[in-house]
């Protein structure tokens, strides 16, 4: 018999969801700064150590930092703070109560709220959120190594039927890596002679890309190489990357759609392949929990 879940009490799951909720806290308080406390809008001229000429704010929680990077933090403050925060704040009691749906969806915003202040940490000029970022992105770190503890990985295949949508996941993975990497590698490739104005907007490397190359695309890759072969952690991981991915792609969206309210010009083409993106990987979620099988030992879902 299965369970999909190893030997963790009641009180191991009310602890993992007290984590989980502080981490809501945490990014809730962290993406409200963002939102409410970015200033006045006021902007200067500056120029980077490579002769890079830009714009960059000079108030609020995101002073010294480049008028297109506060544009696009903005928007993915809002979605984070409206849609993110709330779904953890939905997700806490599921976890409370040992809920296998509702852990693998909570490892899935861990996984969100990771990569988002790990990149606010590394990329954003030093400001008074500093720690908080830390805070945030180490609690998600552990929280994804505690959730992973716990659940017996090598039974979930028998937590899903067999419409669970391996071929459907593998393609979005495939899809995603193959944008990624042409996205980043033409922009690496034409500023490398030096060309860097509009690239590095103040900054002295690319972090973003950086952490995409070579964390985001190797890992979507292996999800959906396991997932086509069946592999124990290709049900695990596609079940926590669709929740990433339908935040990521949405949260790219509102980015792109802060970033046109500022310079009054949309990026037409990014928004449409992240809106198809996230309408994708809300598809295939949505599908992937609904094939989780009842636990044959509890009932539990």
């Given at each position: 018999?299965?369970?999909?879940?190893?030997n963790m009490?009641?009180?191991?799951?009310?602890?993992?969801?007290?984590?989980c909720?502080?981490v809501a806290?945490?990014?809730?308080?962290?993406s409200?700064?963002?939102?409410?406390l970015?200033?006045?809008?006021?902007?200067a001229?500056?120029?980077?150590?490579?002769?890079?000429s830009?714009?960059y704010a000079t108030?609020?929680?995101y002073r010294w930092?480049?008028q297109?990077?506060v544009?696009?933090?903005?928007?993915?403050?809002?979605?984070?703070?409206?849609?993110a925060?709330?779904?953890?704040?939905?997700?806490?009691p599921?976890v409370?109560?040992?809920?296998f749906?509702g852990?693998?969806?909570?490892?899935?915003?861990?996984?969100?709220?990771?990569?988002?202040y790990?990149?606010?940490?590394?990329?954003w000029?030093y400001?008074?959120l500093?720690?908080?970022?830390?805070?945030?992105?180490?609690s998600?770190?552990?929280?994804?190594?505690?959730?992973?503890?716990?659940?017996?990985?090598?039974?979930?295949?028998?937590?899903?039927?067999d419409?669970f949508?391996?071929?459907?996941?593998?393609?979005?993975?495939f899809i995603?890596?193959?944008?990624?990497l042409?996205?980043?590698?033409?922009?690496?490739?034409k500023?490398?002679?030096?060309?860097?104005?509009?690239?590095?907007?103040?900054?002295?490397?690319?972090?973003?890309?950086a952490?995409?190359?070579?964390?985001?695309?190797?890992l979507?890759?292996?999800?959906?190489v396991?997932?086509?072969?069946?592999?124990?952690?290709g049900y695990?991981?596609?079940?926590?990357f669709?929740?990433?991915a339908?935040?990521?792609?949405?949260a790219?969206?509102?980015?792109?759609?802060?970033?046109?309210?500022?310079?009054?010009?949309l990026?037409a083409?990014?928004?449409?392949i992240f809106?198809?993106?996230?309408a994708a990987?809300?598809a295939?979620g949505?599908?992937?929990?609904?094939?989780?099988?009842r636990?044959?030992?509890?009932g539990?879902?």
């Open positions: 018999m299965y369970t999909g879940s190893k009490s009641a009180g191991a799951f009310r602890g993992l969801a007290a984590l909720l502080a806290l945490l990014v809730g308080a962290a409200a700064s963002g939102v409410f970015r200033g006045d809008g006021g902007m001229r500056g120029m980077s150590i490579r002769g890079e830009f714009d108030g609020g929680v930092n480049a297109r990077v544009s696009e933090g903005v928007g993915w403050d809002f979605f984070t703070l409206f849609i925060f709330p779904a953890m704040l939905f997700a806490v599921l409370a109560r040992g809920s749906r852990r693998l969806f909570a490892a899935g915003l861990l996984a969100y709220f990771l990569y988002q790990l990149e606010y940490a590394t990329y000029a400001g008074p500093f720690l908080l970022y830390i805070l945030i992105f180490s998600s770190l552990w929280g994804l190594v505690w959730l992973v503890s716990g659940i017996d990985v090598p039974s979930l295949p028998g937590r899903f039927s419409r949508p391996r071929r459907g996941m593998a393609a979005l993975c995603l890596s193959a944008v990624l042409v996205m980043w590698l033409s922009m690496i490739v500023s490398m002679g030096g060309k860097t104005d509009g690239v590095l907007l103040g900054e002295t490397t690319l972090v973003v890309q952490y995409d190359l070579g964390l985001v695309i190797p979507a890759v292996f999800t959906g396991m997932a086509l072969r069946r592999r124990p952690w695990f991981l596609s079940s926590v669709v929740v990433k339908v935040a990521m792609a949405s790219i969206c509102a980015m792109l759609v802060s970033a046109w309210n500022v310079e009054g010009r990026e083409v990014p928004f449409a809106a198809s993106a996230a990987a809300l295939l949505i599908k992937m929990y609904r094939n989780v099988v636990n044959e030992v509890n539990e879902q």
